[in-house]
Structure formats: structure tokens, C-alpha cells
């Protein structure tokens, strides 16, 4: 059976449009927008840099503060994504909710030129070759550069439990196609291509991202003594096929506490601090 491309719901061998979302199906699709593809290169292990091989005008953005280094020809300028002023103060707002910058820097090549990103801290970089209207929901903080044909929103968790015990809080990032999407995140990337119905336990703050039609859930561990002594909290999240899914081995929170010897080993999870936390993220 055919399943929409945009939100993985099921579809008859007939229909024209998802009744979910709406979304046309794909012999009534809309011609796919036309991206040049972007030559790069990840360079590293846990410490990754992305090589970015800019042709003439080609264009990419990235989170404040991600650049490493750039050739003299690549000019930069930051400023608020949208194309007009309402856009611009809709993405400002979006971005404010994110704990972001309002900014994103934008960098267009004059000839043949070359840019840097990295992560903040140790990690994995990752690449996700989006189709048009394709879209992936990665943890606050994760994205790190894109192609100006992707989107960047914000995606609330649509379930109030996994808002406040999933680890992620309410808000999620929501990067949509065409075109090529960078993320970063913690330690080694485990990635896993969940089938229809297929469910995968995660403890939620190693949770990096997931296609759009991957179901975000929680669920309680199980006994009383599993939640008090299991140190992964009162909660697992529950995701559900189909669509793909990444896990990291490392939060940012956990590489925290590690180097904080005088720190408890406190649960990350710790649902007493669930109601000041709600627009906080874990990793």
C-alpha cells in the first residue's frame, strides 16, 4: 500500500490526496523543484568538519557561530530567512522559541569557493539529501547548515505526555525540502530504517532526528524498581514506524555531568523538573 510522502500516511491504491494532510499524492504531485546539487566533504571522526566546494552564486545558510573557515571569494551576510518583512518576523519568532539567534548567516560564492562548519562540541555530522516537501524533525540545536531551498520551522510535539517527559520538550526543528540539510549532534550516530508498525525504545535525550512520518511517543519504563534504580528516568520514547531514525551515544547533557565530578548522578529525565523544563531541551 502507498504512503504519503510528506506525513507517511496511508494511502488507497486510488487516491489523489492524503486525507490526512492533504498532501497530493505522487502522480498528482506538482513538479519537483529543481536544486544544483551541493559538493562537500565530512572530514574527521569526532571532531567533523564539513568541507563545503561553493560554485559560482551557489548559496547555503548556517546557525550563528558554525563556521570554521572560508575562502576570500565567499562572501557572507547575516540576516533574518524570509522573503518578506512578515516572513522575516514569523522566522525571527520561530527561531526565539528554538533558544536560536534571530540570525542565520548566508554565504554566496563569487567564483569557485570553499567553506567550514563544525559542531560546538565532539560529534557526528550528518547529511539528509531531501526530496521536495520532504521533511525530517531533528532535537533543538542539531541543525547546522543547509541549502537556501530548505525550510527551517518549528514543530511542536503533538502529544502533551511526550512534551513533557520525552526529553525534547514541546519544540522540535522541522527542516523541509528540496535540497541538502546538515545536522550535529553528540558522540557516534546509530541509525535505524523502522518498518511499518516497527517500534524502537530510546532513552529520549539521544534522540537526534526522524522522518516526519515516524510516530513521537513516551511510555514508562515499567516497575517501580526499573524507575527509581534504571537511571534512565520514568520514561522511554516510543517511536514508531515507518521512516528513518537516528540516535546518538552521547548528550551534551550527559558529557555535562561527567566532567561535574562534584554533580550527583541525577536523572536527565527527572520529571519533577518536567513543568520549568517544558521549553528547555536536553541535549
Same mark, same amino acid.
Given at each position: 500500500?502507498?504512503?504519503?510522502?510528506?506525513?507517511?500516511?496511508?494511502?488507497?491504491?486510488?487516491?489523489?490526496?492524503?486525507?490526512?494532510?492533504?498532501?497530493?499524492?505522487?502522480?498528482?504531485?506538482?513538479?519537483?523543484?529543481?536544486?544544483?546539487?551541493?559538493?562537500?566533504?565530512?572530514?574527521?571522526?569526532?571532531?567533523?568538519?564539513?568541507?563545503?566546494?561553493?560554485?559560482?552564486?551557489?548559496?547555503?545558510?548556517?546557525?550563528?557561530?558554525?563556521?570554521?573557515?572560508?575562502?576570500?571569494?565567499?562572501?557572507?551576510?547575516?540576516?533574518?530567512?524570509?522573503?518578506?518583512?512578515?516572513?522575516?518576523?514569523?522566522?525571527?519568532?520561530?527561531?526565539?522559541?528554538?533558544?536560536?539567534? !534571530?540570525?542565520?548567516?548566508?554565504?554566496?560564492?563569487?567564483?569557485?569557493?570553499?567553506?567550514?562548519?563544525?559542531?560546538?562540541?565532539?560529534?557526528?555530522?550528518?547529511?539528509?539529501?531531501?526530496?521536495?516537501?520532504?521533511?525530517?524533525?531533528?532535537?533543538?540545536?542539531?541543525?547546522?547548515?543547509?541549502?537556501?531551498?530548505?525550510?527551517?520551522?518549528?514543530?511542536?510535539?503533538?502529544?502533551?505526555?511526550?512534551?513533557?517527559?520525552?526529553?525534547?520538550?514541546?519544540?522540535?526543528?522541522?527542516?523541509?525540502?528540496?535540497?541538502?540539510?546538515?545536522?550535529?549532534?553528540?558522540?557516534?550516530?546509530?541509525?535505524?530504517?523502522?518498518?511499518?508498525?516497527?517500534?524502537?525504545?530510546?532513552?529520549?535525550?539521544?534522540?537526534?532526528?526522524?522522518?516526519?512520518?515516524?510516530?513521537?511517543?513516551?511510555?514508562?519504563?515499567?516497575?517501580?524498581?526499573?524507575?527509581?534504580?534504571?537511571?534512565?528516568?520514568?520514561? !522511554?520514547?516510543?517511536?514508531?514506524?515507518?521512516?528513518?531514525?537516528?540516535?546518538?551515544?552521547?548528550?551534551?547533557?550527559?558529557?555535562?555531568?561527567?566532567?561535574?565530578?562534584?554533580?550527583?548522578?541525577?536523572?536527565?529525565?527527572?520529571?519533577?523538573?518536567? !513543568?520549568?523544563?517544558?521549553?528547555?531541551?536536553?541535549?
Amino acid at each position: 500500500m502507498p504512503f504519503c510522502v510528506k506525513c507517511g500516511a496511508k494511502l488507497g491504491d486510488q487516491a489523489r490526496f492524503c486525507v490526512s494532510c492533504g498532501n497530493p499524492a505522487a502522480g498528482d504531485a506538482p513538479p519537483a523543484q529543481a536544486v544544483e546539487p551541493l559538493e562537500y566533504e565530512i572530514q574527521g571522526d569526532n571532531l567533523q568538519v564539513a568541507r563545503v566546494y561553493l560554485k559560482p552564486d551557489q548559496e547555503v545558510y548556517a546557525e550563528a557561530g558554525k563556521m570554521v573557515y572560508k575562502t576570500a571569494n565567499v562572501n557572507w551576510e547575516t540576516r533574518m530567512s524570509g522573503a518578506s518583512l512578515g516572513e522575516k518576523l514569523l522566522g525571527a519568532l520561530r527561531r526565539t522559541i528554538t533558544g536560536e539567534s !534571530l540570525f542565520l548567516t548566508y554565504f554566496r560564492a563569487d567564483g569557485a569557493g570553499e567553506v567550514g562548519f563544525a559542531g560546538s562540541y565532539p560529534g557526528k555530522i550528518q547529511l539528509f539529501d531531501l526530496a521536495d516537501g520532504q521533511s525530517i524533525l531533528t532535537q533543538r540545536d542539531a541543525f547546522l547548515f543547509a541549502q537556501t531551498s530548505v525550510q527551517f520551522n518549528v514543530a511542536f510535539v503533538k502529544k502533551l505526555g511526550a512534551g513533557f517527559f520525552g526529553g525534547e520538550g514541546f519544540i522540535l526543528e522541522k527542516l523541509t525540502g528540496p535540497g541538502a540539510v546538515f545536522i550535529h549532534a553528540g558522540g557516534d550516530f546509530v541509525e535505524f530504517q523502522l518498518a511499518e508498525g516497527e517500534v524502537l525504545h530510546v532513552d529520549a535525550g539521544n534522540i537526534v532526528a526522524f522522518d516526519e512520518s515516524v510516530d513521537y511517543d513516551i511510555e514508562p519504563v515499567g516497575g517501580i524498581k526499573t524507575a527509581l534504580f534504571g537511571g534512565e528516568g520514568l520514561f !522511554l520514547a516510543r517511536m514508531t514506524g515507518p521512516g528513518r531514525l537516528i540516535v546518538q551515544s552521547m548528550t551534551i547533557n550527559k558529557l555535562r555531568r561527567e566532567l561535574a565530578p562534584g554533580k550527583t548522578n541525577a536523572d536527565e529525565h527527572n520529571p519533577l523538573n518536567a !513543568l520549568s523544563d517544558i521549553f528547555t531541551s536536553e541535549d
